[in-house]
Nanobody, 120 residues
Framework: QVQLVESGGGLVQAGGSLRLSCTASGSIFVFDAMGWYRQAPGKQRESVATITRVGNTNYLGSVQGRFTISRDNAKNTVYLQMNSLRPEDTAVYYC??????????????WGQGTQVTVSS
């Protein structure tokens, strides 16, 4: 069982920046992909950014150019640098790690979430 612990959330004014960190209790190299998801009140959870084991990234359209996902395998940590934050970025942000076996999701871990609040 791998635990994911997020940190770095908080309250920031619009236009500001935050960096979220997600540290795993074991090696993140075993995972095919890791990512950040968010869920705002009354809305469904959505994928914000993902990064594969080899470093390929994918972003939600509304954060493209503002957010950057990265990983440090030596520290078992994935980061989400968030710049030019907007009030609509306010949500609980969750870290996720998955491993596939063919088309089946063999491992799927989630962190406890960290609150990001952007004031206007």
């Amino acid at each position: 069982q791998v635990q994911l612990v997020e940190s770095g959330g908080g309250l920031v004014q619009a236009g500001g920046s935050l960096r979220l960190s997600c540290t795993a209790s074991g090696s993140i190299f075993v995972f095919d992909a890791m990512g950040w998801y968010r869920q705002a009140p009354g809305k469904q959870r959505e994928s914000v950014a993902t990064i594969t084991r080899v470093g390929n990234t994918n972003y939600l359209g509304s954060v493209q150019g503002r957010f950057t996902i990265s990983r440090d395998n030596a520290k078992n940590t994935v980061y989400l640098q968030m710049n030019s934050l907007r009030p609509e970025d306010t949500a609980v942000y969750y870290c996720n790690a998955v491993k596939y076996r063919g088309t089946i999701t063999a491992l799927d871990y989630w962190g406890q979430g960290t609150q990001v609040t952007v004031s206007s």
